[in-house]
């Protein structure tokens, strides 16, 4: 595999709430877990140990935390690629420089950096795959002060030299603390080239939108939906409101920033599959599909779930095809439509 490469982690930084680590598709070898680099609420080190150690795996060719990857799979079994490519492919100067592999440690500075802000699980919603109950850190807590000094931290010493900045992969950003970054921080804190990325369940977007002091970098939404109609909405986003939702979609369209809508696919909603990508076309959206982890009972897209033979003939249909859907369990449309 040395001729495969995935820059993830040498540009990610995901911080978690009880951890920060690299990409979300690593797994530890030695525990079954996600491997953790370090730990909240010690601010970030980009280059320890446990970086490096990971890094060595992706310039010696062995991705040994990487055997799970869907990205690495699909490169190898189908030789399409997105994160994982040949090396030929990556052809700026950081990332020859990087793949020379002349050092392990990274300079944040000369990366296209991103950085994953999920470690405030905040959330107006208890999705089925997600928690029991409505979870929100109440202000004027230990927890509340730790997570306000943790960020200011954050703002002041990373924000200035991050590229990407992804609001928020655990809870909402329109309900949680990190709400406070995009609607409290002057824009010339951020690089003229900075984006954020959007995460949201939907509900509040709309209404909390015009308040965010960095709204003009936002340069993609994903809503998590998982549903094309009110009944399954209300059983696969609990807590949600599926009109409200809609609205934000619709006002994301209309300002003419990229939108995706998202699906979790379970044994809950595969049935809307298409109404859904029917649904994100109508508002000139792309489609993201993800199999549901964690959960076997109710995955679908696994081999032993009771129902995958049907749901493989459900793949069938040409709409998932469609450039402006992306599943990604990819090597499973392939394999409905006998391409590989
Ligand atoms: S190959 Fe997959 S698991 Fe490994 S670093 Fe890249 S995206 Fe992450």
């Not at 978690?16 to 690593?26: E, K, M, P």
């Not at 399409?80 to 944040?108: C, H, N, T, Y």
């Not at 599959?273 to 489609?287: M, P």
């Amino acid at each position: 595999m040395k001729s495969l490469f995935c820059f993830e982690p040498f540009v990610r930084l995901r911080l978690n709430s009880i951890n920060y680590t690299s990409c979300c598709q690593l797994i530890d070898p030695k525990t079954s877990a996600h491997p953790s680099v370090g730990r909240f609420p010690n601010p970030p080190d980009f280059n320890n140990d446990k970086f490096k150690e990971i890094r060595e795996t992706i310039l010696d060719g062995s991705y040994t935390y990487c055997q799970e990857c869907p990205y690495l799979k699909t490169a190898l079994r189908t030789n399409k690629f997105s994160l994982v490519k040949p090396r030929e492919l990556f052809i700026k100067p950081w990332q020859i420089q990087v793949m020379k592999g002349g050092s392990l440690a990274v300079d944040p500075s000369s990366v296209p950096l991103v950085m994953a802000f999920n470690y405030d699980k905040s959330c107006s919603l208890h999705c089925t795959f997600c928690r029991e109950k409505v979870f929100f850190v109440k202000s004027n807590t230990p927890k509340y002060q730790q997570l306000i000094d943790y960020q200011s931290i954050l703002v002041k010493e990373w924000l200035p030299k991050i590229k990407t900045g992804i609001f928020c992969g655990d809870g909402d950003p329109f309900t949680g603390i990190t709400y406070k970054i995009l609607s409290e921080t002057p824009p010339e804190v951020c690089r003229e080239d900075f984006e954020i990325v959007i995460l949201t369940n939907g509900v509040f977007l709309k209404r909390k939108w015009e308040a965010m002091t960095l709204k003009r970098f936002v340069k993609k939404v994903k809503i998590s939906i998982d549903a094309a109609t009110e009944d399954t909405y209300v059983k696969t986003r609990r807590g949600g409101n599926f009109q409200q939702v809609l609205e934000s979609a619709q006002f994301v369209s209309e300002l003419g920033i990229p939108l995706s809508l998202n699906f979790v696919l379970s044994d809950d909603n595969w049935q809307e599959t298409i109404s859904f990508i029917k649904l994100a076309k109508s508002l000139n959206a792309t489609t993201y599909i993800q199999g549901i982890r964690g959960c076997p009972e109710k995955a679908i897209w696994q081999e032993s779930h009771p129902n995958h033979e049907k749901f493989m003939d459900y793949l069938k249909d040409p709409i998932f095809l469609d450039k402006k859907t992306v599943f990604q369990q990819s090597y499973l449309i392939r394999k409905a439509h006998n391409e590989c």
